[in-house]
Each structure stands twice: as C-alpha cells, then as structure tokens.
C-alpha cells in the first residue's frame, strides 16, 4: 500500500516568508508526527497528532512553528516569518496508534535563503 | 544527559564481517527500541523494533536489549555494500515520541 507521502520534496524560500509543508499519512493511521533533521543529527521531534488534535507539541521551537490536522488524516506545518535556522529536513511519520511503530515520510528539504 | 546517544564514530568493515552498534537511553521506564536504517539523502526506515530483554533476531539483523544496563544494541551479520547507512537508534518518550540518537554511520569494503 501507500506509505507516507510529503511534499513539497524540496522549498526554497527568502528569509521572513511564510511556508506550508503538507503530510498525507498512510490510510488508517491515527497518529500522525512531525520532525526536523538537520544534517549530522536524528530527527528532532516537534508535534505529535492523535487524530485531528495535537496531543503534543512540546517540541515546536517558537510560536512561528503551527501544525494542523483539520480532518484526522492529512497534516501541514506552517512556519510563520521563516529564519536562516529553519532550514532542514522536515520529516512526517504515522503510526496506527499510540506505542505502534512509526513509519516516515520522504521529507521535505526547506532551505532558507 | 540526552535521552538517547549513540556515540560511536563512523564504522567501516569489510563485506561479510559482522557490524556492531551500541545504544544508550536514559529513561529507565522505556519498554521498547527501535532501529532505522537511513541512506544518505533519504528518510529513515524502520529495520527492528525490541520490546523484550534479550536478543530478536530478522534476519542478518539482531538487535540486544538490556534494560539493567540500560543499552541496547544492532549487530549487522554477513555485512554487504547495501548495508551502508547510517544507523539511528530510536525510544519512546512521553507521548509515544520518538527520540533519537545522532545516528551511526557504517560503510561497507567491499
């Protein structure tokens, strides 16, 4: 079957604009994550779906960061005002529920100008 | 401390030897561990998942949990070019978060 599918795959975009990354999770999981990888390093968790609420988003680095999940199935990461420091891997995972393996997306490259 | 780390420099064996990866965390109420696979350039693949003390063995991979000493381990068997990757180690945190050491690279002579 399908598995976890971003896009854009790759963004470029100029410091202090505004950008959406989408998630479509694979069919019938109902937890949904996202996460950032910088290059040399594992991926760094940010928010964390279950359903359509976000059940933990410790991990957003600032108020720019906000991620939806309107219908339970497909999520977006917005990023408000975007930094030089955002640039990174953003990477989607889902899960058929809580403590079931995860498994991830392609990622999107966002690069930061 | 970090929840997770791996802190092993990249690993090159040969083709056909064996390649070992070490794992520690730090929260003692982790009950399982994953490892994924990640080629350079791609997104992390799940290769093994251990929830029990001991060994699970799938195929050339064995993964070795030790809750005691708090680590746990992937040996590669028989190892191959296509093995070549960096190794992430992965546990469960608070809401089924997943945290992540910094990865393992391995590269394969062949």
């Known amino acids: 079957g399908a598995g976890v599918s971003q896009t854009p795959s790759n963004k470029v975009t100029e410091k202090g604009k505004y950008v959406e990354l989408r998630c479509d999770p694979i069919s019938g999981h109902t937890a949904l994550y996202w996460y950032r990888q910088s290059l040399g390093q594992g991926p760094e968790f940010l928010i964390y779906?279950?359903?359509?609420?976000?059940?933990?988003d410790s991990g957003l680095p600032n108020d720019r960061f906000f991620a939806v999940r309107p219908e339970g199935s497909v999520s977006t990461l917005k990023i408000q005002r975007t930094e030089r420091g955002d640039s990174a891997v953003y990477l989607c995972?889902?899960?058929?529920?809580?403590?079931?393996?995860?498994?991830f997306g392609p990622g999107t490259r966002l690069t930061v100008l | 401390q970090k929840e997770v780390e791996q802190n092993s420099g990249p690993l090159s064996v040969p083709e056909g030897a064996i390649a070992s990866l070490n794992c520690t965390y730090s929260?003692?109420?982790?009950?399982?561990f994953f490892w994924y696979r990640q080629y350079s350039g791609k997104s992390p693949e799940l290769i093994m998942f251990?929830?029990?003390?001991g060994d699970k063995e799938d195929g050339r991979f064995t993964a070795q949990l030790n809750k005691a000493s708090q680590y746990v381990s992937l040996l590669i068997r028989d190892s191959q070019p296509s093995d070549s990757a960096t190794y992430l180690c992965a546990a469960p945190y608070g809401n089924n978060r997943l945290a992540f050491g910094k990865g393992n690279q391995v590269v394969v002579i062949p």
């Open positions: 779906f279950q359903g359509t609420g976000a059940a933990d």
């Open positions: 995972a889902s899960s058929l529920s809580v403590a079931n393996e995860q498994f």
């Open positions: 929260d003692r109420g982790s009950q399982s």
């Open positions: 251990i929830y029990s003390n």
